[in-house]
């Protein structure tokens, strides 16, 4: 249970914090289940593709915006792979009913503005009806998918690059 000044609420949100944990769920608001998946796909995108996954939850009110909060928490903390912090964040502010995706260095890439506001877009109506287990796993897919296509191109170019195979074996 956090105390409800600004300073003591940010001491714990940046004291109580491990590099190999992804997940805070201060709000209490995603499942076990949904907590534990999201861990995976963290640990998964860090080894795969070389980024941070993190998500956090807050209830409390705090009088920096959501924008600025998912900063400083990402950074603060320690987050994000290699010299340009690569990764990406979605923090969650239930008491401000607001929710904040932030890429950072070489994900930005990657994750654009527009890739940002196509996931937001997909997880609004989760948002908004408090249905953050199946939001975060939009957001969780999503982010997955983007990272595999620049990896590795659509499945349509795989398809046309194995017909183009057998055409020419």
Known sequence: ????????IKDDYYNN???????????????DK???NLQNTAEEMYDKYNIDFVVMTTNLEIKETTYSL?????????FG????YD????????YHHEYYLLSVGNAKDVLTESKIDKIQ??????MISGNYDEAVSIFSKQTERYYFYHNYGPPLLWIGTILVAILIA
Do not use: C, P, R, W
Request: aromatic share 12%; proline share 0%.
């Open 1 to 8: 249970v956090f105390a409800t000044s600004d300073t003591t």
């Open 17 to 31: 914090v491990t590099l190999s944990k992804k997940v805070y769920d201060y709000a209490s608001i995603l499942s």
């Open 34 to 36: 949904t907590e534990a």
């Open 70 to 78: 998912t900063q400083s928490f990402y950074h603060k903390n320690g």
């Open 81 to 84: 792979y290699g010299t340009t």
């Open 87 to 94: 990764g990406i964040i979605l923090v969650i502010d239930t």
């Open 121 to 126: 877009n997909k997880m609004s109506n989760d």
